[in-house]
């Protein structure tokens, strides 16, 4: 026996009639999407104009059948509302409940706001002096705990200083002696092209030392163990927090500074001379290399002239800066790992923001000293 074909009910039809109660707009037929898809535009066009009168009421009670196009193509006429007068059948308002709900759940449109700009920049601003006066609240604890240790030295976590030199410091060799080689092949052989041009070979080690000594070398140093050493502290800092670690500690009554971050910004601040020292030497090394390759200065004669072409104040200032760097890259790693919320997402992002936010400082240092010692190192 054939299965019946599926029941559509009669054609969709709307008509405006007049009664006592004023203008009304009559629905009847099956408003589905098989009946309607031959006169879709022509129902939307027709249903628009009827809607564009307030006044007027609907009757839906002579549809036969309706399905989610027909809801939607009357709901769309509505402007996505009910209208006032409006009659339905018990299982319709259940119908046109989903549709407003879904409605309501849309994101609104929003117009454009012409302070926008300014309610943006003055948000980024306040939340910049709010990272500001956490890092100095950072920063003072652990000034507190630096005397407290000194009045008591039996009390140095000589075992947490030393695991975070090693783990900050003598495995960041590798890395900082692969990338400091390479920058001083390339800065001594883009600079032997244009020495060529003037005859000016000799000068190629008064580039390499002043370059590499004062400015690249506690530069590129420190932006590697920013992105090494700096987001894996605020990595660890943040596992803590979402394990609850660090609340475990605060009710044992263990000081965070102390035990944490203490530490990490002594450890960074001794290891980060001896990498500068280290990426120096390596750099001068590459750079030494093309220059005999390139200019064929010799590895005594250039050896010999680079105590002379640097002075030694280019040294300790690049030491300097390379323990100033290694503080300040431990207190912001540490300022984001504390402020990490208990969820993983939060770890994401507070890693990412560490990691720009330790290299923007270190720029912004550097600028800072290259302006307060200008005068030192250059003869």
């Given at each position: 026996m054939a299965e019946a074909a599926p029941h559509f009910g009669n054609p969709p039809a709307l008509r405006r009639v007049s009664d006592g109660a004023g203008d009304r707009c009559v629905l009847t037929g099956a408003w589905n999407l098989r009946s309607l898809e031959r006169r879709l535009v022509e129902f939307e066009h027709e249903l628009a104009r009827i809607a564009a009168d307030a006044d007027c009421g609907w009757d839906l009670r002579g549809v036969d059948v309706i399905d989610n196009a027909g809801a939607m193509l009357i709901w769309r006429a509505w402007g996505r509302r009910r209208v006032a007068r409006l009659e339905l059948k018990p299982e319709q308002v259940q119908l046109f409940k989903r549709m407003e709900s879904s409605s309501a759940a849309l994101p609104v449109t929003q117009h454009f706001d012409p302070l926008f700009a300014l309610v943006y920049l003055g948000g980024k601003i306040l939340r910049t002096i709010d990272h500001l006066v956490h890092m100095v609240l950072v920063l003072g604890q652990a000034v507190i705990e630096t005397v407290g240790l000194l009045r008591h030295p039996q009390r140095i976590p000589w075992?947490?200083?030393?695991?975070?030199?090693?783990?900050?410091g003598t495995q960041a060799l590798g890395i900082t002696a692969l990338v400091g080689f390479l920058i001083g092949v390339v800065l001594s052989y883009l600079s032997s092209q244009q020495l060529k041009l003037f005859g000016a070979d000799a000068f190629i080690i008064n580039i390499l030392g002043v370059s590499v000594v004062r400015e690249l070398g506690p530069v590129l140093a420190a932006i590697l163990i920013a992105g090494r050493s700096g987001s894996a502290i605020t990595a660890a800092l943040g596992v803590m927090r979402v394990t609850q670690e660090l609340d475990a500690m605060a009710v044992m009554g263990i000081s965070h500074s102390l035990r944490l971050i203490l530490p990490k910004m002594l450890a960074l601040a001794i290891a980060m001379p001896l990498v500068v020292l280290w990426t120096d030497a390596v750099a001068l090394l590459g750079g030494?290399?093309?220059?005999?390759l390139e200019l064929g200065i010799g590895y005594v004669y250039f050896l010999s002239s680079l105590p002379d072409a640097?002075?030694?104040?280019?040294l300790w200032l690049g030491l300097g800066k390379g323990a100033v760097f290694g503080g300040m890259i431990a207190l912001v790693a540490c300022h984001f790992g504390l402020r990490i919320e208990p969820n993983t997402e939060s770890l994401g992002i507070g890693t990412t923001n560490s990691v720009v936010t330790a290299i923007t400082v270190v720029i912004l240092v550097d600028a800072v000293f290259a302006i307060l010692f200008?005068?030192?190192?250059?003869s």
């Open positions: 075992r947490e200083l030393s695991a975070n030199v090693y783990r900050t030494m290399v093309a220059a005999r640097v002075p030694i104040a280019n200008k005068d030192i190192g250059i």
